[in-house]
């Protein structure tokens, strides 16, 4: 982050947005001047750290089917809000993305998901995922 060098992001925005980029040596000029801005930094890189180990995890230890119910279920801890059917994910995520996340086709990901909303596990409201049996899913991965 403080280290230099050529860093390439990239996102896709849920809604309107404006993007504003600064390098890491103007983010340390300001976190100096502004000390209570690093609690923030150690915050928000503790957060991606901690999804990206609990990734690796269900990548090598998982099959697709339950690493795509683990994130369901880890979206919906983070992200989700009470709605009237279930747990809404608040942000819209594709099938696309949840397939690149889960390194599975995005077709896979449509038949898998096609399959837990027939059995009422899960549905898709405003292109939102609505987990509707939360309890239903961590049967199927034996996490209940």
């Not at 990734?55 to 089917?65: D, K, S, V, Y």
């Amino acid at each position: 982050m403080f280290g230099g060098g050529h860093h390439v992001w990239s996102a896709n925005a849920t809604k309107h947005s404006e993007v504003l980029a600064i390098t890491g040596s103007e983010l340390q000029d300001f976190a100096t001047l502004h000390a209570h801005v690093y609690p923030w930094i150690v915050d928000v890189l503790s957060f991606k750290l901690h999804w990206l180990s609990i990734l690796f995890q269900i990548h090598g230890t998982e099959n697709a089917q339950q690493r795509l119910i683990k994130l369901l279920i880890m979206l919906g801890e983070f992200f989700g809000k009470p709605g009237p059917d279930g747990i809404v994910i608040e942000p819209r995520i594709s099938q696309r993305d949840l397939a690149t996340l889960l390194g599975v086709s995005r077709q896979w990901t449509n038949r898998t998901l096609t399959h837990l909303r027939k059995i009422g596990f899960v549905a898709i409201r405003d292109r939102r995922f609505v987990i509707q049996d939360l309890d239903g899913l961590k049967e199927m991965i034996g996490k209940k």
